[in-house]
């Protein structure tokens, strides 16, 4: 077995503070590099924050792709020799704003992903993105993007599953919600269970602290490809998990099944 | 709120002792039925057992739907004013075998299942079915029945949550796998998983007790719409639960969101 480290950072962050936030995502990511990590995940929104008053707030807390925050990870991915996925607020050549995450590494910026299904008032603010969640090649293996709501629906998690991937990657702001006592948060239950039918990995990074009132799970998780969480706290807000990725190459369950091959698409219509 | 009683029945059986397995099977309804449930599920292949040595035995131990089993199973229905969810080895017109589930009321047989993903050495003995699972108006409410391994995609529960299930039914043979200490049975997280995204209550009858070396997870389990285990133990094999079947129509998350009408099918493909 050859083990990735993937860290998913737990971050603070104060709405309309982007460059005390850029400075904290950058010192997560160098916390994570030092402590051995391959694969690094920050929240959604990142550095824009989330609860935006109103649309005004929304634009002018957003960036290009050339702006100041994902440059500023470019390097710490350069730097550091890390594949790097974070959410943040996207100012698009269109004019709109999407609620993205990227992915980089050494070589720079490899994938943008336009979060697909919004939630709640971010239909106030960002357009959906319309393309499949990017599987891409990087230096420890095949991975992919999504953010946070997306995960809700498992029709979209199959997508990068089949297109082989081999690590699922997703920034998050998960709000809480009321569960019973003993239970886990319910978004973590639906990342298990993701994982699970699809024998991938999955790693999420979630935020932390209230903001504007709303308070939130701070559920960062890696789970393997058993569905299993296997990540552990290793320092303030950094959590890490050591996987083997090439066991999600292998979606066979016993001699006679396998979570793949067993579909039947053509009924599923 | 008119609550309905929900009954999951864990059955021990015998291979090879149906009639035996079949009179356990009628007295487990009737302590259900004492018991206040108005909907009772009783596990796959509840009569004749499932660790076949092989097909001609697998045969042997088939009915067609007017034998004895179903015909006792009806008349356990009337008698009871129960809808009786049960899985049955079934010799179908064809002469194939399925593993297939009956959904039964005061009025009869309401409809038949084929299981459509099947199991291990199942894949020896049976054929596959090839339509969704049934979505049938009862006293109660709309009911659905799948069986076991067909849980695990995600996809077939989606598609009787779509077509107005207010709870689905599901005999199962749950085989034990090993899990880390202090985790639930990953069949119990998916069926969590497939209850929240789609907010449908889900209600499985399992097996207990070892059948020619293989052992099984005994997971009883009703859970509600949000995906909660709600179910309590009520008597040897006896699991009950109290459920809002109306709640089921609800598939609001918040004022902006749904888990349905959120959905982007034409992403999917």
Redesign the interface.
Known sequence: MTATRVAVCRLARVVGEPAANRAASLAAVERAARAGARVVVLPELAVSGYVFTDAAEARALSEPLDGPTVTAWAEAAARHDVVLVAGTNERAADGALRNSAVLLDASGLRAVYRK??L???E?LFFA?G?A?PPVVDTAVGRIAVMVC?DL?????V??PALAGAELLCAPVNWPAFP??EG?RP?EV??V???A??NRLPIAVADREGPERGVDWVGGCVVVDA???PVSRPAGPGLFLADLDLTTARDKAL????D?HA????E??A
């Open positions: 697909a299904h939630w709640d008032r239909k959906p319309d499949p709501y809700e629906f498992p029709e979209w199959r997508l569960r019973p239970e319910g239950v639906r298990q269970a993701n699970m039918v058993d569905g299993w016993g001699p006679r099944n979570v067993d579909r039947r698409p009924l599923y």
